[in-house]
């Protein structure tokens, strides 16, 4: 059974830091793109950050110069910091992977909820 468990959500005040993990277990993560979705209050799903199997990484605009991710396939890990938190990067955090080999099968996580606020 595939399971994919974020944590590290919570709430802070504008320009803290966050890091959020996601550990998955189940399957190989050395054989999967992985990636972090958020969704807002009222607001459709939207991309923030990938790292592929490779180790090359995308983050959306909206969070360049704020956000990292990164990957610790020994863990079955995958890792988005941020810092510079605003207001309008509260939402629900949702890890994402993706096999990039034979079937190309998908999984999400529960979601995490992040808070920016004072």
């Known amino acids: 059974q595939v399971q994919l468990v974020e944590s590290g959500g919570g709430l802070v005040q504008p320009g803290g830091s966050l890091r959020l993990s996601c550990a998955a277990s189940g399957i190989d993560v050395s054989i999967y793109n992985m990636g972090w979705y958020r969704q807002a209050p009222g607001k459709q799903r939207e991309l923030v950050a990938t790292i592929t199997s490779g180790g090359s990484t995308d983050l959306a605009d909206s969070v360049k110069g704020r956000f990292t991710i990164s990957r610790d396939n020994a863990k079955n890990t995958v890792y988005l910091e941020m810092s510079s938190l605003k207001p309008e990067d509260t939402a629900v955090y949702y890890c994402?992977?993706?096999?990039?080999?034979?079937?190309?099968?998908?999984?999400w996580g529960q979601g995490t909820k992040v808070t920016v606020s004072s």
């Open positions: 994402n992977v993706r096999r990039v080999t034979g079937p190309r099968y998908q999984y």
